[in-house]
């Protein structure tokens, strides 16, 4: 244990030379101002800018790497409150609230939560990693495809809270999701389906374009048609942009439990960073002292997502320390800047290249600073974006949106799926249909087949499996209690 | 938008590297696994030798890369600067699909490697030889179930192989498909499938740090200390070939200039040390050798998937 405190202390104390530090700055800030690109996730934003370090020194171009990284992310939040533009899947549940917050004239705390959040969330998962790695990933490994599945239905217990007022709507809304994520090659088999001889449709639908449609295209339509009528949507700034003593007390509960979500997904191999946030912001809408706020800019629905989505960014780190196995995009391009370098990936990474690894961690801790600096000053100036008149805020938005789509493949597919969702997207609202469990549908919806094909195959159709292993019959209990409980205590306070 | 940041952004940190040309490279495999380290490993030598200013990578996987196939197919059409890694996999791949994108699409650039299979399973697990594993699967087909890549891929064609040598029905293997070795490597550590099939180099780290116990692999003869599939009686040799593709629709000057990019890559001391540490075998074949070898593996691999009976 001391060792590694040791490791770590030298990692910092490489990092934080004046040099490298200047690194870091150049990297949040180009980062930033990539990351805020809507459909440009963090992924994609590393992957443009990462030549950038080839020519430094290890250190510098680690340093540098996790401040691009850490501006994409807060760079793609900034987008998705200020537009409603999601850049990535991650920042999805973000948009819920954030964006409403931003309408409301709350962009400032909505931003700041997201930056601090992810601060906070990052410091926690930090720490984690440096005294758990080891003991996590062998819990990790005992996740096989019943167990995923277990997850994936736990996490569709908690769509519930996104449905809205009506469930017959949000259930359409589910289901469409779900029949748009079956288009594609199917993994298992190698067939495809709804495809219909679309060459591009084989790729599957990218969840960016149908959330960028849905949310963004199909809300500029809907402002151009009932302009007249929406008189109030966009209120000018008010109060402070910074967050109130209120927004500090609502926030810092939720950062936890993001957290608390984020980590675990993040370190087992097909957890990803989709359900920790939707499950952070179920968690939070259920527990919020004022859920009737939800829906119009509440500010815990933005801090739990943004701390889980952060605290699941530094999970990776798990598999990809102690196994060398990448398990989300950006772990993967990670591992390639550790290549420049001759690290070989593998179980042995830890031992063979400590300084390395140790510097990396630190690196994206100090990263992870610089961006808090940055940025907090810099929230003045994104949120006058939305001083903008609305008709060019609008036209503005849409432009966005569809460069955004195109830079994802550089295909005039996109652009079309994008607006054929913007106009979902426009009926959908017209018609007060929820558009977000549609966006949870085509995420959820493959990765629970294909994990629920993967157990029965091994099981040979035996479907015991899910309720005779201890995890995944542990999950299932803990989805019957979630689904349970609050009917359960609805009763109970009425007899009394 | 990307295209404009990158030239602008290498624009303002390496202004002496204008006359190098910058790639786009397309592996059609999730990161982690064989195509993702034959093209990042490429890519990292023309870099050291200077011959590109950088490289742009796209992860795109599943279904054998057709999926990553289709997008360059369809994406890349006429630009010099684009590649795609492919190989034996995606032949089957498209065999057993039927898929309405094939390799006549693109442009053959060069074959690059060629790797033996190796056959795992988890340090716990109870089948101590290979010989143990056979008897399992004569036992009871079903119950052992083989975590490989995509359906119809190289893994799938040698666990039928495997099958059809020692007298049990290929069209009765419990084969499980993986996205990729992100997937595969934890689900074979944890146990959630019997064995591990996947080439040598995937799963190497994990051999040598003894959480995974290598039981045989598809070579003609030892490698690395563990027996080949021949030595244990069991009649079957594969080698997965792995290579590079170029756009549709590029001029022969233009195919001509990346072979002889690439030509230049595999003779970087950089490529060698990669060849070395992962153990694949060169076998370079540029242009229109590669290209005549391709169709005669199409028909090959065609011929053994049909004979396999797991075309569905």
Same mark, same amino acid.
């Given at each position: 244990m001391l060792e590694t405190l040791g490791a770590l202390g030298t990692g910092f104390e490489v990092a934080l030379k004046p040099l490298n530090l200047l690194w870091g700055f150049i990297g949040v800030t180009l980062g930033t101002f990539v990351g805020v690109l809507p459909g440009v996730g963090p992924a994609l934003t590393v992957a443009m800018l @990462?030549? $950038?370090?080839? #020519? @430094?020194?290890p250190t510098g171009a680690l340093i540098m790497f996790a401040g691009i990284y850490y501006g994409a992310m807060f760079g793609g939040s900034t987008t998705t409150i200020l537009l409603n533009a999601p850049g990535e899947s991650a920042s999805i549940a973000t948009a819920l609230e954030g964006n409403k917050m931003a309408k409301a004239g709350r962009a400032g705390p909505a931003l700041a939560t997201s930056a601090i959040g992810s601060f906070v969330a990052g410091t926690i998962a930090t720490v984690l990693l440096t005294l758990l790695a080891p003991l996590v990933v062998d819990v990790a490994l005992r996740f096989g495809p019943a167990e995923y599945f277990a997850l994936m239905v736990f996490a569709f217990t908690t769509i519930s809270a996104v449905l809205g007022a009506s469930t017959v709507r949000g259930l359409t809304s589910l289901f469409v999701g779900l029949l748009l994520g079956l288009a594609g090659i199917d993994s298992q088999t190698g067939q495809a389906r709804f495809a219909f001889g679309v060459p591009e449709l084989l790729d599957g639908i990218d969840v960016v374009v149908l959330a960028v449609g849905l949310f963004a295209v199909g809300e500029a339509l809907y402002v151009g048609a009932y302009q007249s009528r929406l008189m109030e949507t966009l209120e000018k700034i008010s109060g402070s942009i910074w967050m109130s003593k209120e927004d500090w007390r609502r926030s810092w509960k939720p950062w936890l439990r993001g957290t608390a979500f984020g980590f675990p997904f993040g370190s087992i191999p097909a957890g990803g960073a989709e359900i920790p946030t939707f499950l952070s912001y179920a968690t939070e809408r259920k527990l919020a002292p004022h859920p009737e706020e939800f829906g119009k800019g509440a500010i815990e629905g933005v801090a739990g997502p943004e701390a889980a989505n952060n605290a699941s960014a530094t999970g990776t780190l798990v598999p990809l320390l102690t196994l060398g196995i990448p398990t989300s995009a950006t772990a993967a391009i990670l591992l390639s800047a550790f290549q420049n370098y001759g690290l070989q990936p593998g179980p042995l990474l830890f031992q063979s290249q400590s300084d390395l690894v140790w510097g990396l961690i630190a690196s994206l801790y100090i990263g992870n600073v610089i961006l808090l600096v940055l940025n907090l000053p810099l929230i003045g100036i994104w949120v #006058?974006? $939305?001083?903008?008149p609305k008709p060019q805020l609008y036209a503005g938005i849409l432009v966005f949106a569809t460069l955004g789509a195109y830079s994802l493949h550089q295909s005039w597919v996109d652009l079309l799926t994008l607006y054929v969702f913007g106009l979902l997207g426009f009926a959908m609202r017209r018609w007060d249909v929820p558009v977000a469990p549609a966006v949870i549908g085509l995420i959820l919806g493959p990765l629970a087949e294909t994990q629920f094909r993967r157990a029965l195959a091994i099981s040979q159709g035996d479907a015991s499996v899910f309720y005779t292993q201890p995890i995944a019959a542990s999950v299932f209990a803990l989805t019957a209690i979630v689904l349970i409980a609050p009917w359960l205590a609805r009763r109970l306070r009425r007899k009394r | 938008m990307a295209r404009l940041i990158q030239f602008l952004t290498v624009l303002l940190f390496a202004g002496t590297a204008a006359a190098q040309p910058s790639l786009k490279m397309m592996i059609p495999a999730n990161p982690g696994g064989g195509w993702d380290q034959t093209g990042r490993n490429l890519a990292a030598a023309m870099q050291s030798a200077k011959l590109v200013s950088s490289v742009q990578f796209d992860n795109k996987g599943g279904a054998a890369g057709t999926i990553g196939l289709a997008q360059f197919a369809n994406s890349a059409k006429g630009d010099p600067n684009a590649v795609m890694i492919g190989g034996m996999v995606m032949v089957g791949g498209i065999h057993l699909q039927k898929?309405?994108?094939?390799?006549?699409?693109v442009t053959p650039i060069a074959r690059l490697t060629s790797e033996w299979e190796v056959i795992v399973v988890a340090a716990s697990s109870p089948h101590k030889t290979m010989a143990d594993l056979v008897k399992a699967l004569k036992d009871n087909p079903g119950k052992v179930s083989w975590g490989g890549g995509s359906a119809g891929g190289t893994d799938h064609i040698l666990v039928g192989l495997i099958a059809r040598a020692v007298g049990v029905d290929p069209a009765k293997v419990n084969y499980v498909a993986f996205k990729g070795g992100g997937e595969q490597v934890p689900a074979v550590l944890g146990g959630h499938v019997t064995a591990g099939v996947a080439?040598?180099?995937?799963f190497a780290e994990q051999v040598k740090s003894g959480k995974m116990r290598a039981l045989a692999q598809s070579g003609p003869t030892k490698v690395d200390a563990i027996p080949s599939l021949k030595e244990q009686g069991i009649a079957v040799e594969l080698g997965n070939w792995r290579g590079i593709f170029g756009a549709p629709g590029i001029s022969p000057p233009q195919r001509d200039a990346l072979v002889k990019l690439v030509k230049d890559a595999t003779e970087t001391p950089a490529w060698k040390a990669t060849l070395a540490k992962l153990g694949w075998t060169p076998v370079f074949l540029g242009g229109e050798d590669y290209k005549k070898f391709i169709d005669e593996d199409t028909k090959r691999i065609g011929a053994i998937i049909d004979s396999l009976g797991i075309k569905k």
């Open positions: @990462l030549p $950038l370090t080839v #020519k @430094l020194d #006058k974006v $939305l001083a903008i | 898929s309405p994108v094939n390799l006549s699409m080439g040598l180099g995937e």
